[in-house]
């Protein structure tokens, strides 16, 4: 891979091409070069191309690869209807207590903002208190 990257990135013809980007960022995200020397990364984290066919989708630990996301809605047992009032869509390393300010300024009409919300253990933290 190392000798490929090399070898077309110097041609002007296949430089630009996206399968060329694709692949370096791969090989820079999973491996090292020393000294001319290829080496593989032990851990490079959850932010990095799992699968050439989607390029925006990472890693978690826990759930694996792919995407995730977020879902506000206004489930009280009296309201009349339960309306789904924001949506945020992530790759799969973002955490979950970072979203709970941008799912609480979503809905713009100020009646559907939460007065309580109910979360499970992922989205705790002393900054979500």
């Known amino acids: 891979m190392y000798f490929l990257i090399a070898r077309f990135e110097i041609r002007k013809d296949l430089a630009s091409r996206s399968t060329l980007k694709t692949m370096a960022t791969i090989?820079?995200?999973?491996?090292?070069?020393?000294?001319?020397?290829?080496?593989?990364?032990?851990?490079?984290g959850g932010n990095c191309i799992q699968t050439s066919s989607d390029l925006d989708a990472t890693y978690d630990g826990h759930n694996g690869a792919g995407h995730q996301g977020q879902i506000s809605e206004n489930c009280l047992n009296e309201n009349q209807v339960q309306l789904i009032t924001?949506?945020?869509?992530?790759?799969?390393?973002?955490?979950n207590p970072d979203e709970i300010e941008p799912i609480l300024d979503q809905p713009e009409d100020s009646s559907y903002k939460p007065r309580e919300i109910k979360a499970d253990t992922n989205y705790s933290g002393d900054d979500n208190a």
């Open 86 to 95: 924001a949506v945020i869509r992530q790759t799969a390393c973002e955490l």
């Open 27 to 44: 090989f820079n995200q999973q491996c090292e070069v020393v000294v001319k020397k290829v080496t593989i990364r032990t851990n490079f």
